[in-house]
């Protein structure tokens, strides 16, 4: 396990420090908007106990809501991304400082506040040499708590693309790599008690207080400025692709990004890797919020076209289908897919497969009552998995169970069941010595992968549709077995693998 | 200078001042006396607007004092609270000048003007100055407090029961702290307590209040020579030939002495009482009386003697 760790650390390092940089902003920013808001408002109503208590009911339901309910609802109104995340997170943040502040104002001893009066202080300067500085412990204690809150929390914006050290954990858990989920977990728990223990060395004296305000607005000023020098200077195609879940698909983004910008170097590709399930995707890239994606043609029609129907078997005519469908009924361009098929396969043991002498899957039909199948919830249910095989190649296994995907390579591994399904890219079967079954009666619906984009990118963007049909017609199963291998089990970092097949492929001229 | 004219205050229908009427004169240390929730500090209250009459006008050299700029008022009236109420933020000479600073005077100005009433006060401003609040005795904070008051040279100081909170002692010092920084500057001020003793101590002129009804407004004398009402004759019954311990042994009474002489016999005293008792049980000519500050070297004879004089003072 350590060893795992410190090998990611390595091999990731990148993704790793992106992470916590998009994590640290995130959270910064999110603090200084709740800070904006909070303080003020506190200040503001310090003397209207009213409306101070309403405010602080409003603020203690919000908080009761469940961050990810919170982050659900965003998503119709603004998106997803960084700015929701940002949102939900200040939404967050605003009570306990706005607590804090308040309570830290109101419970000044009420001769001090008698004695600023009658020496006809003006409010300003009451607030300046007396509230604020008496309060201001409250005030940093809230500020402290909302932070440690916020870094926290802010590992859920890896649920809606906001990026951060959540994007590690969500995929450890989708991957089943602990090890992922370890690094996010205690970078981000890292970070709350660095940033604590800074705000907590800041605030004990006045002259490190200065100094640290004085280095905050620096840090606010440079921030804005290399915004802004960003939005006036000319502005280079800026492409932003996202990926689903797991290694291919990042595997593959790294590919597109390494080709568009051989093809113009000016270009500002954003990679958003693990970005979500393929709806979530498909709706991002309708509004917008991405450019490009890797679509599966079998997922086109199973899911966003759905033509409720079995899949056919030739992958030109499923690929056609897709491409045609996408065209017309969602103005999309899908570019021409790869060499590999991404598909469903079924799986065995070793062992299993030694002693009955499995290779092809109409075999198995003669051992129904030895098989004990451990298969995902959609494979169970989709006209594309197990009741469909049923007919062709006469199944009826003595025992299914179903199970979350990442579960059934244990569970085979482990020999609680002898037969699972699988995705012929899977790095799994080889790592657990698998045996796939040949698909002899050309039942499973070809998946290929291959880039999809809004028509009106295509057409704006031809350089982008050039790099990326290079990839037409390349990478084989095995290849991509191999790849995803390479990134899952041997924990090298996408971005190298993708780089060095297109380098050995000459496609990549570097 | 200062005229209260048939004032009134209600709190929720409860009257808590009933017609009021006196005036003040420049120069005054005028004194509000009169036990607790007699209305005395509602009364001070009006002079800065902390609290509004709900009948009646305040009038500050003839002018209405709710025709005053609110903010102008009290930048030139001086207040000392129950409790020091130093800003606990800030350090002595910041506490000090802090009507300056609203004023918008310079830095080294205030600082300048701190350190004068420091030293005004005795106070080294070498080691007070920078000091926090927190590093003060209660007294020190309490003198403190007096000389914030004082710093923007205001015409009028309000103080409300300034020592109560403090030991006889140190009230004492005090006293005497306030009664010659008015005779040195001339500022009027409204002094409240609930102390007779204090009252005729510090008051040129005293108003007596009860139930926020004014009984009494007169020079001392006046008050326990011919009280106007039974209260006022009851509340200062006695009290003019009230003897504290500390008061007659610092008036010469005693002679301090730094070291315990082994060879007298030496008495614990609290209050006067103890002295006579210890007296009318002994008969040593002299022996040591020990307060909680100091030590006394007493003559019996002297005791007596004074106490003749100020019995005929009396009559």
């Known amino acids: 396990m350590y060893n795992s760790i410190l090998h990611t650390l390595q091999s990731q390092q990148g993704a790793i420090i992106k992470a916590t940089e998009q994590h640290i902003s995130i959270s910064l920013l999110s603090l200084l908007i709740a800070m904006l808001i909070a303080i003020p408002l506190a200040i503001l109503l310090k003397d209207h106990h009213k409306i101070a208590e309403a405010c602080l009911q409003v603020a203690g339901i919000i908080q009761t809501i469940p961050s990810l309910a919170i982050l659900g609802l965003l998503i119709p109104i603004v998106g997803i991304g960084t700015v929701p995340a940002v949102i939900a997170l200040v939404l967050y943040a605003i009570m306990p400082m706005f607590q804090n502040t308040y309570a830290g104002l109101t419970e000044i001893a009420p001769n001090l506040e008698e004695a600023a009066t009658a020496f006809g202080l ?14 201001m412990p409250m005030i940093l204690s809230g500020i402290r708590i909302s932070l440690v809150m916020i870094i926290g929390t802010a590992t859920l914006a890896a649920l809606i693309g906001g990026g951060g050290l959540g994007t590690f954990i969500l995929t450890g858990i989708q991957s089943n790599n602990n090890t992922y989920v370890i690094i996010g977990a205690i970078l981000s728990a890292i970070l709350a008690f660095f940033f604590s223990w800074l705000l907590k060395f ?15 607005l620096i840090l606010i000023c440079g921030f804005g400025g290399y915004k802004g020098y960003q939005a006036i200077r000319p502005a280079p195609t800026k492409v932003v692709i996202a990926g689903k879940m797991g290694s291919e698909p990042d595997i593959l983004i790294h590919m597109y990004k390494d080709l568009i910008q051989q093809e113009d170097p000016r270009a500002e590709v954003t990679l958003k890797p693990n970005f979500g399930g393929t709806t979530f995707l498909f709706k991002a890239l309708q509004s917008n919020q991405i450019d490009i994606y890797p679509e599966f043609t079998g997922t086109v029609n199973q899911q966003i076209i759905k033509t409720n129907q079995k899949t056919g078997s030739d992958p030109q005519k499923t690929y056609r289908l897709a491409k045609r469908e996408l ?9 021409k897919p790869m060499q590999y098929q991404n598909g469903y396969a079924l799986v065995v043991s070793s062992q299993f497969a030694k002693e009955h002498h499995l290779t092809k899957m109409s075999q198995l039909a003669s051992y129904n009552n030895e098989i004990t199948a451990g298969f995902d919830p959609d494979f169970y249910q989709l006209h594309d998995g197990y009741p469909g095989l049923k007919g ?6 003595k025992n299914v169970k179903t199970m979350e995907p990442t579960i059934r390579y244990k569970a085979i591994a482990n020999n609680r069941v002898n037969v699972v ?28 992968g291959a880039p999809l984009m809004k028509e009106s990118f295509a057409k704006h963007n031809p350089k982008v549709v050039k790099a990326l049909n290079k990839l037409s017609g390349k990478v084989t199963t095995e290849e991509m077995q191999q790849m995803n291998y390479d990134v899952t089990v041997k924990k090298e970092s996408a971005a190298k693998v993708a780089h060095r097949y297109l380098v050995q492929h000459h496609l990549l001229h570097k | 200078m200062i005229k209260y004219d048939h004032v009134a205050k209600t709190y929720t229908d409860i009257p808590v001042l009933k017609d009021v009427s006196f005036e003040i004169n420049r120069g005054d240390l005028f004194v509000l006396v009169g ?39 009290r930048l030139k009236t001086g207040y000392v609270l129950q409790e020091s109420s130093l800003f606990p933020n800030l350090n002595i000479q910041d506490n000090i000048a802090i009507q300056l600073e609203q004023q918008g005077v310079d830095k080294e100005q205030r600082h300048h003007r701190a350190q004068e009433l420091l030293r005004a006060v005795e106070m080294d401003p070498q080691i007070y100055a920078r000091r926090m609040p927190n590093e003060l005795s209660g007294g020190e904070q309490q003198r403190v407090g007096i000389i914030r008051a004082l710093a923007a040279k205001p015409e009028v100081i309000l103080m409300d029961e300034p020592f109560s909170a403090l030991d006889p002692v140190v009230r004492h010092q005090l006293q005497d702290l306030v009664l010659r920084l008015q005779k040195q500057t001339h500022t009027t001020i409204i002094f409240v307590t609930h102390d007779m003793q204090e009252a005729l101590r510090l008051g040129t002129k005293i108003a007596v209040l009860k139930d926020g009804i004014l009984q009494q407004v007169g020079m001392p004398q006046e008050i326990i ?20 311990l500390t008061d007659i042994l610092d008036n010469g009474l005693g002679e301090k002495i730094a070291i315990k002489q082994t060879d007298l ?7 006067f009482a103890d002295l006579l008792s210890y007296c009318r049980d002994h008969d040593n000519p002299t022996f040591i009386v020990q307060t909680d500050q100091n030590q006394y070297v007493i003559h019996q004879s002297n005791l007596w003697n004074y106490l003749i004089r100020r019995e005929q003072e009396r009559v």
């Open chain 1, 392 to 397: 062709p190649y006469g199944y009826d296994f």
């Open chain 2, 265 to 271: 016999p030496v008495v614990k005293c609290r209050q």
């Open chain 1, 421 to 448: 399904d699988g995705y012929t890219t899977d790095p799994q079967i080889p790592q657990y010595h698998l045996k796939m079954l040949k698909d002899d009666r050309h039942f499973f619906p070809p998946y290929q």
């Open chain 1, 202 to 216: 800041i605030s004990t004296n006045t002259h490190r207080m200065r100094i640290g305000l004085v280095a905050i």
């Open chain 2, 35 to 73: 036990p607790s929730g007699s209305g005395k500090t509602t009364l001070l209250k009006m002079f800065n607007r902390l609290t509004v009459p709900t009948d009646g006008d305040v009038y500050y050299q003839g002018k209405k004092i709710k025709d005053y700029d609110l903010q102008q008022l």
């Open chain 1, 327 to 335: 065209e017309q009924r969602y103005q999309m361009r899908y570019l």
């Open chain 2, 225 to 244: 020579n011919r009280p106007a009402t039974e209260f006022v004759k009851e509340f200062f019954h006695g009290h003019n030939f009230h003897f504290s």
């Open chain 1, 122 to 135: 003006t409010k300003w300067k009451k607030l300046q040499r007396l509230e604020l500085p008496l309060a």
